[in-house]
């Protein structure tokens, strides 16, 4: 190497691709110790010590009474409708991961679409009873993009016609109402502990239950059906968590909350800096006392210079992955379109927000300056 070379340090460049997401992860040096745990115990799965401590943890920190973890949130979701015995139809809602509804599939379990709330863009109450049937067993609502569903009016209608409530809280890992934990409502509620989402164990999930006989005939489901050595009581699937998973989960509830706050942070400068900007409406809260901020969600609206598919494409080109959430609706995939709920005069608010989002940059490593060039794409119109 020439002499005239000066070393220096490469700062970020101003134009390094920024994705919709990226996970926050706990430095590697302190999920070391307890890497030499599982090394030394050699016990890498079957409610170990990890997954029972997190288990207790998540309870704790999430403010909720009984927890089970899972490995993923759709297996979460698939035995949530199995430990209810959930069968015919159920209500839920066109705006969402494609998860949600295929849990049902998996079931055997008919999905009924119903619109969602033009505000919120949770399943609207108002039109949930319309879709009822003699078939109908139980309602599965999201609380989309972690703002909480019209928890009391959904169950006035499950208690009205006696049927369950499971909630896909995907989006919703600490999440407030007034009155606590928004994973407390309804008969069950699902988390996601994937990659994407607020909360992380790389891959992971839960089903939080109200009493602890739920919780054993959930703990069953996830491992086969077993009960003892020789007592199988159910078909029930692999859906244990890892003892790798589990430890993980530990060490990133010692972060969690810087990591809500940094989003907290990133909310707030996103909706001051695209207050002005015509034709761009920020998706508000539900009303929640707290919220944990999971995506950046915009409608572009009519009245803005670009459809939101030039907005889009504008956004790839300049190395920024903003993505579509949520599009196409459930309702549009094959598996689910041929039903006479899926058809989208029965579901107008969901179609017209599904062509008008676009899910921001949003996680806690972003920078105010990546904030800046991500607002000045949208302004320059
Ligand atoms: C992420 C997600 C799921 C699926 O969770 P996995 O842990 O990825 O299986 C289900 N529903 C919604 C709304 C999600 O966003």
């Not at 999920?31 to 030499?36: D, G, K, T, V």
């Not at 499950?158 to 909630?167: E, F, G, R, S």
């Not at 244990?240 to 989960?249: D, L, R, Y």
């Not at 996103?270 to 950046?296: H, S, T």
């Amino acid at each position: 190497m020439s002499t005239s070379t000066p070393l220096r340090v490469v700062p970020a460049r101003a134009d390094e691709r920024i994705y919709v997401t990226q996970p926050h992860l706990a430095p590697l040096t302190e999920f070391l110790p307890y890497l030499e745990k599982i090394w030394d115990s050699k016990v890498l799965t079957n409610g170990g010590p990890f997954h029972q401590q997190l288990e207790r943890a998540l309870c704790d920190y999430l403010g909720v009474k009984h927890l089970a973890l899972f490995t993923n949130g759709t297996l979460a979701l698939v035995t949530a409708l199995q430990a209810l015995r959930i069968t015919g139809e159920v209500i839920t809602t066109p705006y969402s991961f494609v998860a949600t509804a295929h849990s049902l599939l998996w079931n055997g379990i008919k999905p009924v679409f119903v619109d969602v709330d033009p505000d919120t863009l949770n399943l609207d109450p108002a039109k949930i009873e319309a879709a009822i049937t003699p078939q109908t067993t139980a309602i599965m609502p999201v609380h989309c993009y972690g703002h909480p569903c019209d928890v009391d009016a959904i169950q006035k209608i499950a208690d009205n016609y006696n049927l369950k409530v499971i909630y896909d809280a995907a989006h919703a890992f600490g999440v407030q109402t007034d009155s606590g934990s928004v994973l407390q409502y309804g008969d069950l509620s699902v988390l996601s502990f994937h990659a994407t989402k607020v909360f992380n164990t790389f891959e992971g999930g839960a089903i939080i239950c109200p009493d602890a006989k739920t919780k054993q005939r959930i703990d069953h489901l996830k491992n086969f059906g077993y009960v003892d050595e020789v007592t199988v009581v159910a078909p029930g699937i692999n859906g244990k968590m890892s003892e790798i998973n589990a430890a993980f989960g530990l060490l990133q509830l010692q972060h969690i909350d810087e990591a809500l706050a940094r989003r907290k942070e990133i909310d707030a400068t996103y909706r001051e800096m695209l207050r002005n900007v015509p034709g761009i409406r920020c998706v508000g809260d539900a009303g929640e006392k707290i919220a944990n901020y999971a995506y950046f969600p915009i409608l572009v609206e009519s009245d803005y210079p670009l459809s939101r598919d030039a907005l889009y494409a504008k956004f790839r080109a300049r190395d920024v992955i903003v993505r579509r959430y949520f599009y196409p609706l459930i309702s549009d995939f094959p598996m689910y379109r041929g039903s006479p709920s899926a058809h989208q005069d029965n579901l107008p608010v969901a179609s017209e927000a599904s062509l008008k989002v676009l899910c921001l940059p949003m996680y806690p490593a972003l920078t105010v300056e990546n904030i800046e060039r991500i607002v000045e794409i949208i302004a320059e119109g």
